[in-house]
Structure formats: structure tokens, C-alpha cells
């Protein structure tokens, strides 16, 4: 299995993001022809090979014309940290430092440009127009999709930073070219390099402040806070805002995973080079790794065919809640993102009937969680267990619009095929709308497979 890796110790950014996959292996040449689908002039992208703490990587770099300082939330707010310039979002170019520093900037040799027109101006760009653009561009249906649910996911945030509807939140068109050419680059950039899955470390945030349109502000900014939700992150690694809203964005976007450890080959390792140069290295490592299915636990000197992985176990025993207070509190907590809850009947004290609730977790979640059970249920306090699951690899596969896009999950113990089954809801749906039994349903669908 294809796992790429993102090791956010120094945080992440749009730009950091561009240069680390282009130093992993992605074509520039390819990514600007990509880029070129939007039909957008006025500005050009290159890569510049730098280091940082003597680690050598490369620095992704978009020159606007008539680019100077800028704001690019046209409310006045500047929505999320920039380091040592006026922070916009959309979002300045970023990179662990946000906005570029052309003028001294200590680069090491150009590589690979691409440029695009010669005319820009400095209208306001709505959300609605740059959502218009990418989904009217000729770009694959994969990466516009990628780009505008990572647009959303930070029009959303300023939207919630500023108090204003989604649709509202605008842009000057300088901060939207900046931002449509980090974040659609990024897109093309996953679409190129097709994992398997995608995984990150605890991600760094930073410390300090950071100066926003109406002033100082302590990082992490506003938008990244609400970006960041449900991440693991830590802040205080750096004395900068290292994480910005469009790298934020990006990893909630396309991140399975958090994880710390894994067993894995290492295939290929690339670097993104951020614009400051720091006592620490200003960088983003972005990893390349085969994770066998059997990825898991070393038995008699040779991997298990099984998945191990460290999670929580959260137990409250609760006697004064509802049935369907129980159920509504059950669909919250898969909602957050638990891996399973069960509902287990059990007699409490002075022989009253109870009910434990379990809920199974990643160190991820955790608090978001903790604060469901508070909320949501009458619960004063729960127990909290780490404890290790072992899961066997599962591949799922999905049949076009015919048969309503059906799916079938196959479990493997290591390298063998063990079992196949349709699911419930797909073989439900489509047994309604034949009017046919789920048997005939799963049927119908499994001889789609055979035909694939």
C-alpha cells in the first residue's frame, strides 16, 4: 500500500506543500500545464532549490504582477497569522512564513518556471467566483473536486472567523490568484502522485503572534484554530506562526490518518522549503512509503498480517438517559469521528438498569469526544483505557452509476482474499428501487463485479 506521509514538525503551508511534492518527484512541468486549465494570466510559478539547517529541499514560489503587500480578506480582518507581513486570507503566499520576501531574499539557483499573461488587477474575488472558475475549468473532476473542498473548508472558517455567509467572503484578486495557484497546485499535486492513503504527523503550530488587519494576534490564528479541529497539533516549537489556513485546509481536506508510527518501507522523501530562515529548519518533509497490507505487529521476526494499532477506550455507565436520548447521543459521537460506539445494558448501583457507553478512539479525537460525552450526556465523569486493536486490511470497491454506486468491501489476511460482502445500505437501495429482495439486490451487484 502507497502511503504518502506528510511530517508537519515545522508546520505546513500552500507553498511548503508545492515544493515538497515537487522535490518528491511530481513534474513541474506537468503541474504548471495543469495549472494553465484555469485560464488564469497574470501569474507564474517556479521552483528554486534551497536549504535549510543543511537539509536541502525546494521552495515553491509564485510571483504576481504588481504583487506588493496585501490583504486579501476584503472585510478588514485579516483572518489567519502571517510572520513579519500583514496577514490576509484567502491567504498570503505562505510557507511557514507567509508572503513572499522577493527583495534580499537568499535563494539558491532557479528551476523550472512557468508564466502565465500580463494583466492583473486588484478587483474583489468572491468564494461563488472562484468556485465558478474551478468547476468551469478543464481540470480532471479529481482535482477540482480536491481543490474546491479545500477552498470551502477555509471559506468556511473566515466565514465563521468574520461573522459573515459563506458566499460573502471575498478576496482582492491578488490574494485570490495566490491562494487558487497554492491550493489547485496542491490538488494536482495528489492527483500525480496517487497514494493509497495519506497520513501526517502531530502538526506544529507555532507561537508569537501574528499581525493581522486589525492588529496582533496570538497563533494560531482564528481560521487555523477551526481548520485545525480535531487534529493533533502542538504550538511553541517555533516562535513564528508556522502553520497557515491554506496548509491547514489541505491537511484536513485529504489526511486519513494522524499517526506517529507505522512500519513501512521508505520509498522517496522530498522537501518544502519555507521562506524564513530560522535557528530551526523551516521545513516540510513529505514521505513516499510502502506500508505492506500486513502492515502491523512483528511476529517470529516476520510482519502479521494484521493492523496494530494504539487507541483509547472511553466508558460511562449512564442510568437516567433515554432510549432515544442514547441513540442521538450514539450518532453524535460517530459524527465527531469515534471508530465505534457500543451500547452495553448493565445494573448499576441500588440495582438500577444502566447502560455503558463505549466509545473507541485515535489520540486525534480524543477531545472533541470527551466534550460530546459531557455535553450530550448526563455523565459526570467516564473512564478512559488505552488499548490495542488489531484489524485486518480491508479494500473497498465501487460499481458506476447503474447500479447507484454500489460497494463492496473485501477483507485480506495478509496477501490472501478472505471474504467479500456488499453493503447493506447499497444492496437496501437498490432491492427498493426493483423492488426485488436484498438477496436478489447483492445478487445483481456482485455479477457487476464479475463484469468489471
Request: proline share 3%.
Amino acid at each position: 500500500m502507497k502511503t504518502l506521509h506528510f511530517d508537519c514538525f515545522a508546520g505546513i503551508s500552500g507553498d511548503m506543500a508545492l515544493g515538497a511534492m515537487v522535490d518528491l518527484g511530481v513534474n513541474p512541468d506537468t503541474l504548471c500545464a495543469e495549472l494553465s486549465k484555469l485560464g488564469l494570466e497574470g501569474w507564474k510559478l517556479r521552483f528554486e532549490q534551497d536549504r535549510r539547517g543543511g537539509i536541502t529541499g525546494t521552495h515553491a514560489v509564485v510571483d504576481l504582477e504588481g504583487r506588493t503587500d496585501h490583504l486579501a480578506m476584503d472585510d478588514g480582518e485579516g483572518a489567519s497569522g502571517g510572520q513579519d507581513h500583514t496577514h490576509d486570507h484567502g491567504h498570503s503566499h505562505d510557507s511557514g512564513d507567509h508572503g513572499h520576501t522577493h527583495d534580499g531574499h537568499d535563494h539558491g539557483h532557479s528551476h523550472d518556471s512557468c508564466e502565465h499573461g500580463h494583466t492583473h488587477d486588484h478587483s474583489r474575488t468572491t468564494w461563488k467566483d472562484i468556485r465558478s472558475l474551478i468547476r468551469g475549468s478543464s481540470l480532471s473532476e479529481g482535482v477540482k473536486n480536491r481543490a474546491l473542498d479545500i477552498f470551502t473548508r477555509i471559506a468556511e472558517a473566515e466565514a465563521h472567523v468574520h461573522g459573515t455567509a459563506v458566499e460573502d467572503v471575498a478576496f482582492h484578486e491578488v490574494g485570490a490568484l495566490d491562494s487558487i495557484i497554492d491550493i489547485v497546485g496542491a490538488a494536482v499535486c495528489l492527483d500525480l502522485l496517487k497514494p493509497d492513503r495519506i497520513t501526517c504527523s502531530e502538526v506544529e503550530l507555532g507561537g508569537g503572534m501574528v499581525r493581522c488587519a486589525h492588529g496582533l494576534l496570538p497563533v494560531p490564528a482564528p481560521a487555523t484554530v477551526i481548520l485545525t479541529r480535531g487534529m493533533p497539533v502542538k504550538t511553541g516549537g517555533f516562535p513564528k506562526e508556522m502553520t497557515t489556513p491554506t496548509g491547514a485546509a489541505i491537511l484536513a481536506s485529504c489526511v486519513d490518518e494522524f499517526t506517529g508510527a507505522a512500519n513501512y518501507r521508505e520509498l522517496k522523501t522530498g522537501y518544502g522549503i519555507g521562506t524564513r530562515k530560522m535557528d530551526k529548519p523551516n521545513l516540510l518533509r513529505v514521505s513516499l512509503r510502502e506500508e505492506s497490507a500486513d502492515l502491523g505487529t512483528a511476529v517470529s521476526g516476520t510482519v502479521a498480517p494484521w493492523k496494530t494499532e494504539e487507541l483509547v477506550l472511553m466508558e460511562a455507565n449512564i442510568d437516567d438517559m433515554t432510549g432515544e436520548a442514547l441513540g442521538f447521543l450514539m450518532e453524535n459521537l460517530f459524527a465527531a469521528g469515534a471508530l465505534d460506539v457500543t451500547l452495553t445494558p448493565c445494573v448499576m448501583k441500588k440495582s438500577r438498569p444502566g447502560t455503558i457507553v463505549s466509545v473507541l478512539t485515535g489520540q486525534e479525537k480524543l477531545n472533541m469526544l470527551r466534550e460530546i460525552l459531557f455535553r450530550g450526556s448526563t455523565t459526570i465523569g467516564f473512564r478512559e483505557t488505552t488499548v490495542r486493536r488489531l484489524s485486518l486490511r480491508r479494500e473497498v470497491e465501487k460499481l458506476g452509476a447503474e447500479y447507484g454506486e454500489a460497494r463492496r468491501k473485501t477483507v485480506y489476511f495478509g496477501a490472501e482474499k478472505l471474504r467479500s460482502k456488499v453493503e447493506f445500505e447499497d444492496r437496501a437501495r437498490l432491492a427498493r428501487e426493483r423492488g426485488i429482495t436484498l438477496e436478489e439486490a447483492e445478487r445483481i451487484i456482485n455479477d457487476g463485479f464479475a463484469g468489471k
